[in-house]
């Protein structure tokens, strides 16, 4: 736990080493890890939200591409969800079956019928249902065409605008003196929509 906590305060910091150490293969590293945190249910933990800025800061100090960067984690951010709809819609139905009742599975499906198109987009800037959202969208059998279509405007909105961002405000003087504040923020504000709407259902 605490080296995930660690992970994510001080992306700036372990990123600076992973690009003094490995030079251009640090782009596979970042797709990978992208790729991991949207695709595979087991991973939400990795640091999503804050790499993609982080990672547009050093770009915006030449450490990294800006275009290239873009480009590659936006491909990992929709490679991934399609990779978690995939496992969700092969083999989700019969892990969940076991734990699961049969209407409760019903009632998801009929639930990313509706309202699966927005939920795709907009679960893209809330860590954890980020990853969970296209696995539970394959369980529920959303339509293949629908969901890959909304995974890549998602994709790219999410993938570009933290990277984006993390370029236009890196060479800010107060970025660079407060990363890890900024980070904390990042992450502060992609989790309260969670929480609000989990206080709602409990009142």
């Known amino acids: 736990m605490n080296t995930i906590i660690s992970l994510l305060l001080h992306t700036d910091q372990y990123l600076g080493t992973l690009i003094q150490s490995y030079g251009i293969f640090v782009y596979i590293i970042l797709f990978l890890i992208i790729f991991a945190e949207t695709g595979l249910v087991v991973t939400p933990f990795l640091p999503g939200d804050s790499l993609l800025f982080i990672a547009g800061t050093f770009a915006a100090v030449g450490s990294l591409n800006i275009y290239a960067l873009a480009i ?24 969940f079956s076991k734990f699961i009742k049969k209407e409760h599975l019903e009632k998801t499906k009929l639930f990313y019928e509706k309202h699966g198109k927005k ?28 969901f890959s279509a909304y995974n890549i ?33 990042i992450v502060l504000l992609s989790i309260t929509p969670g929480i609000i709407a989990s206080l709602k259902r409990k009142s």
Do not use: D
């Open 119 to 146: 939920t795709i987009i907009i679960s893209r800037f809330m860590p954890i249902v980020r990853t969970l959202a296209p696995f539970v969208a394959g369980v529920g059998k959303m339509n293949h065409s629908t």
């Open 153 to 185: 405007i998602g994709g790219i909105l999410w993938g570009a605008s933290f990277t984006f961002a993390g370029y236009f405000f890196g060479n800010f003087q107060f970025v660079k003196n407060n990363l890890t504040l900024i980070v904390i923020i």
């Open 72 to 95: 590659l984690l936006c491909a990992a951010a929709i490679l991934g969800n399609t990779t978690n709809y995939w496992i969700g819609r092969t083999i989700g139905e019969k892990v």
